[in-house]
């Protein structure tokens, strides 16, 4: 029972390790009209897969570095701040974005609001600005899943690591085992002689003995015969 309970739970844990062993390989983006800081305006959600909102903070920062801007990070305040970022593709002057991250389920969404210098980009005013813009934010969607799977990588192979340590552990522990029983095999052989030995050493003895105690009835007589 308890072989079939183990087995069932490696089976469960091999099955899960697959389901999220499979990486994100499709990058959508959704155009959306929401209100952030500067009123209601058009942005760019997009959804990491395996990336924690906290990550998912990190990695827009580190975007935004990318693009040479000031990266403004308050922890009241929902949005993050990349100010005058260089996006040749987008604008050819800077431009300022404001990203807010969202949890979702096994990752985090993204939207991304663009400002062009008095107003925000979207599909319908700004068509090339906005495919500029779309095509950048697929890319960092792209390299952020790089990083999660790259991530799982390392984590995957540090248990690869554990269970092989575990797997030397055993075999040292089988050869200990073997080393002993080869050592009780011996034992019990010498034990076996020396039982054999043992039994011949009685015999001995207690013919000494029945001829001892002959000795002291002959003495015996003897003393008898000088009353």
């Not at 994100?24 to 009123?39: A, D, I, L, P, Y």
């Not at 779309?134 to 990083?147: R, W, Y």
């Not at 080869?182 to 015999?203: G, S, V």
Request: aromatic share 6%.
């Amino acid at each position: 029972m308890k072989k079939i309970l183990k087995l069932s739970v490696f089976t469960a844990v091999l099955a899960l390790s697959f389901a999220t062993a499979k990486a994100q390989s499709q990058f959508t983006t959704n155009e959306v009209r929401q209100f952030m800081s500067k009123g209601e305006q058009n942005g760019i959600e997009i959804i990491l897969n395996g990336t924690k909102p906290e990550d998912a903070k990190d990695a827009v920062e580190k975007w935004g570095k990318k693009m040479k801007a000031k990266i403004v990070r308050d922890k009241k305040n929902p949005e993050i701040f990349i100010d005058n970022a260089q996006m040749p593709t987008v604008s050819a002057n800077v431009i300022d974005m404001y990203a807010i991250i969202t949890p979702i389920d096994n990752g985090s969404k993204v939207t991304i609001f663009s400002d062009l210098g008095g107003a925000f980009v979207s599909s319908a005013a700004y068509g090339s600005q906005y495919a500029g813009l779309e095509a950048s934010i697929k890319k960092f969607a792209k390299d952020q899943a790089v990083v999660v799977v790259e991530d799982q990588q390392k984590s995957e192979e540090k248990i690869l690591k554990t269970l092989n340590g575990d797997l030397k552990d055993l075999v040292k522990d089988k050869e200990g085992y073997l080393k002993d029983i080869e050592k009780a095999k011996a034992l019990i052989k010498q034990r076996e002689a020396d039982i054999t030995k043992n039994d011949a050493d009685q015999t001995a003895k207690q013919q000494q003995i029945s001829l001892q105690q002959q000795i002291i009835e002959t003495v015996k007589t003897k003393r008898a015969t000088l009353n």
